[in-house]
Every structure is written in C-alpha cells, then in structure tokens.
C-alpha cells in the first residue's frame, strides 16, 4: 500500500530570499546637520540602528550609524555640537532589490559594515540589516527579537 508522502512548504534559502523580501521600507532619513544627539534619539525611537544621510549641497545619499555614534562618544566627543555631515559614511555600498540576502551577506561581511541601503530608481527604497537576513534565514521558531 502506498502511502501520499505530506507536502513540506519549502524554505527560503539564502539563493532564494531577495532583499525586497527582508529590507526595512520604513527608512529613518535625517539631513547633515543634524547633531548626534538628535539622530540617536530618532534612531532609538524608531528601533533602528542606521539613518539615510540626504544632503542636496554634497549630492549624495550617505549613511549614519549606531556605531558612528558611539566611535564619536568614545572619542570624547559632544553628541550637542557633533554633527551627522561629519560621521556619515559617503563612500556607500547599495544593494537593489533584486539582490539575494546571499549577496547582501557577502557585500557587509567584505565590506566589515551591517547595514545596507536599497536603492530602487536612485531613490533609497529601504535598508537591509544583518538582523533582517538572521531573521529570514532564522527557522520560525528561533526568530530573533527587535
């Protein structure tokens, strides 16, 4: 006698997940002159560990991190007076969405940074985090909190 063998939903893999299916579209976006102070407390309100740098006068699309933060505070710096224009990382990395998390992975472990933006048409359509791709990769049951 045979038996219907059960059908198994199939797992996303890291050649099969895209970054549109794991980014953040919800994008924290803070202009150069904003302080440090500022941009941690929008950062920590929205959950978030990165901001968009937008700064027409420069051209450019640049990003702000936790941890340029904190390399600020560490050096002695005042979060009132330090501006975002002076720690943004201008010299960006993008992902599009189309991009597997398995590229996204390889350009922030080459690159030793663990926040990417997505940039759709030259306009920042979301950011995708190590913690994203943990969390699609991630069995269900062992999801990683916010």
Same mark, same amino acid.
């Given at each position: 006698?045979?038996?219907?063998?059960?059908?198994?939903?199939?797992?996303?893999?890291?050649?099969? @997940?895209?970054?549109?299916?794991?980014?953040?579209?919800?994008?924290?976006?803070?202009?150069?002159?904003h302080?440090?102070?500022?941009?941690?407390?929008?950062?920590?309100?929205?959950?978030?560990?990165?901001?968009v740098?937008?700064?027409?006068?420069?051209?450019?699309?640049?990003?702000?991190?936790?941890?340029?933060?904190?390399?600020?505070?560490?050096?002695?710096?005042?979060?009132? @007076?330090?501006? !975002?224009?002076?720690h943004?990382?201008?010299?960006?990395?993008?992902?599009?969405?189309?991009?597997?998390?398995?590229?996204?992975?390889?350009?922030?472990?080459?690159?030793?940074?663990?926040?990417?933006?997505?940039?759709?048409? !030259?306009?920042?359509?979301?950011?995708?985090?190590?913690?994203?791709?943990?969390?699609?990769? !991630?069995?269900?049951?062992?999801?990683?909190? !916010?």
């Amino acid at each position: 006698m045979l038996h219907p063998t059960p059908q198994r939903t199939p797992r996303s893999t890291p050649q099969s @997940t895209l970054v549109r299916d794991a980014m953040s579209t919800v994008v924290l976006t803070i202009g150069p002159a904003h302080t440090l102070r500022q941009a941690a407390a929008l950062m920590a309100s929205r959950r978030v560990g990165a901001a968009v740098v937008l700064d027409p006068d420069a051209g450019g699309i640049g990003i702000l991190t936790e941890r340029d933060i904190l390399n600020s505070l560490g050096r002695g710096q005042n979060p009132d @007076t330090e501006r !975002a224009h002076a720690h943004t990382t201008t010299d960006v990395v993008f992902a599009t969405p189309a991009w597997t998390l398995e590229d996204a992975a390889s350009a922030m472990a080459h690159g030793g940074f663990r926040h990417l933006i997505v940039l759709d048409r !030259a306009e920042p359509a979301g950011i995708v985090s190590v913690r994203d791709i943990i969390r699609c990769w !991630a069995p269900a049951r062992q999801q990683v909190p !916010a």
